[in-house]
């Protein structure tokens, strides 16, 4: 069974593993895929790009990357190049008159429609939000709320990572859809809520207690592995401020093969697709598969040195 954990909808990373995972496994072993009929999953890429295209107000199509420090640089990088986009740095864009422009390496500006920004609000307008952000462009905001340049995603989409948010979601989907989901979401309880609240802590020792604002497997907390004193010390810190926290049920991980230390061994792994809405809304018909290296863990997240797997889509 499928469930869903959380959903990220700011500026979600992962895609260019598993297409570099594949490029090296078509070159080691060419026939394989074929054989096997395995979908081929190149095509991210150009649906990154095709999204681009679809929402560019005249320009060419920008990746904006914070720099090389930053640890997704690689995939900024390798996603820039697949889609046809142009890997930017924020200090090569500058905003005249409510337009941006690239200014290449003769000084002359070149203007952008559309820009896939791969850092989060709060530093990407030095103008708008944090006024210290070194890695921000000035004026940015000021064309996108004028319609001159399209930002992907757009700026607001982080209020979906909200863990809290998380919570309504289904109850989204029968309102404004009259659906009912198609995939489940994990039992989430919201402290916010008396009846929650109580249920959280009479049931502490066998949930997962996670801080709504935190990301990349920080902020977790798993019942089963605290003493008693650290459950109530969480009481307390989750009384205080219940807005900050949902709590989940422990959902047992697909246990997967895993080659480690020259053998193969069971650990905890989940999944990773990604949706792009353009002119439809696609499914790459692959995703990134996360592992935690540790026997028993459950944290897969690669922050927390999680491991990663290509993702075997068969053609039907």
């Given at each position: 069974?499928?469930?869903?954990?959380?959903?990220?909808?700011?500026?979600?990373?992962?895609?260019?593993?598993?297409?570099?995972?594949?490029?090296?496994?078509?070159?080691?072993?060419?026939?394989?895929?074929?054989?096997?009929?395995?979908e081929?999953?190149?095509?991210?890429?150009?649906?990154?790009?095709?999204?681009?295209?679809y929402?560019?107000?005249?320009?060419?199509?920008v990746?904006?990357?914070?720099?090389?420090?930053?640890?997704?640089?690689y995939?900024h990088?390798?996603?820039?190049?697949?889609?046809?986009a142009?890997?930017?740095?924020?200090?090569?864009?500058?905003?005249v008159?409510k337009?941006?422009?690239?200014?290449?390496?003769?000084?002359k500006l070149?203007?952008?429609?559309?820009?896939?920004?791969?850092?989060?609000?709060?530093?990407?307008?030095?103008?708008?939000?944090?006024?210290e952000?070194?890695?921000g462009?000035p004026?940015?905001?000021?064309?996108?709320?004028?319609?001159?340049v399209?930002?992907?995603?757009?700026?607001?989409?982080?209020?979906a990572?909200?863990?809290?948010?998380?919570?309504?979601?289904?109850?989204?989907?029968?309102?404004?859809?009259?659906?009912?989901?198609?995939?489940?979401?994990?039992?989430t309880?919201?402290?916010y809520?008396q009846?929650?609240?109580?249920y959280?802590?009479?049931?502490?020792?066998?949930?997962?207690?996670?801080?709504?604002?935190?990301?990349?497997?920080?902020?977790?907390l798993?019942?089963h592995?605290?003493?008693?004193?650290?459950?109530e010390?969480?009481?307390s810190?989750v009384?205080?401020?219940?807005?900050?926290?949902?709590?989940?049920?422990?959902?047992?991980?697909?246990?997967?093969?895993?080659?480690?230390?020259?053998?193969?061994?069971?650990?905890?792994?989940?999944?990773?697709?990604y949706?792009?809405?353009?002119?439809?809304?696609?499914?790459?018909n692959?995703?990134?598969?996360?592992?935690a290296?540790e026997?028993?863990?459950?944290?897969?997240?690669?922050?927390q040195?999680?491991?990663?797997?290509?993702?075997w889509?068969?053609?039907?």
């Open positions: 069974e499928w469930v869903i954990l959380e959903d990220n909808l700011r500026v979600p990373s992962g895609a260019s593993y598993p297409l570099s995972i594949r490029d090296t496994y078509r070159k080691i072993y060419p026939d394989f895929f074929e054989t096997l009929n395995i081929p999953i190149k095509n991210y890429p150009k649906i990154i790009g095709d999204a681009m295209d929402v560019n107000t005249g320009g060419i199509n990746l904006l990357t914070p720099g090389r420090f930053n640890s997704a640089y995939e990088s390798y996603l820039a190049e697949k889609s046809g142009l890997l930017v740095r924020p200090q090569e864009l500058t905003v008159d337009k941006v422009y690239f200014k290449n390496y003769n000084g070149i203007r952008v429609g559309s820009v896939y920004r791969r850092l989060d609000d709060d530093f990407l307008d030095p103008k708008f939000f944090n006024p952000s070194l890695i462009v004026g940015i905001v000021e064309a996108y709320l004028a319609g001159n399209a930002l992907l995603n757009a700026i607001g989409n982080g209020v990572d909200d863990k809290g948010i998380y919570y309504f979601v289904p109850k989204m989907i029968k309102y404004y859809l009259g659906e009912e989901p198609i995939l489940k979401n994990a039992p309880y919201l402290p809520f009846e929650d609240m109580d959280i802590f009479n049931n502490m020792e066998k949930l997962v207690i996670k801080d709504v604002a935190e990301a990349g497997g920080y902020g977790v798993f019942g592995t605290m003493s008693a004193i650290q459950i010390d969480l009481k810190i009384k205080a401020n219940p807005r900050r926290f949902i709590a989940q049920e422990l959902i047992e991980f697909y246990d997967e093969k895993c080659y480690l230390n020259k053998d193969l061994q069971d650990r905890k792994a989940d999944f990773r697709a949706v792009v809405a353009g002119e439809d809304v696609k499914v790459w692959c995703g990134l598969t996360r592992y290296l026997e028993g863990n459950y944290l897969v997240n690669s922050s040195g999680g491991g990663f797997k290509d993702t889509v068969m053609e039907l």
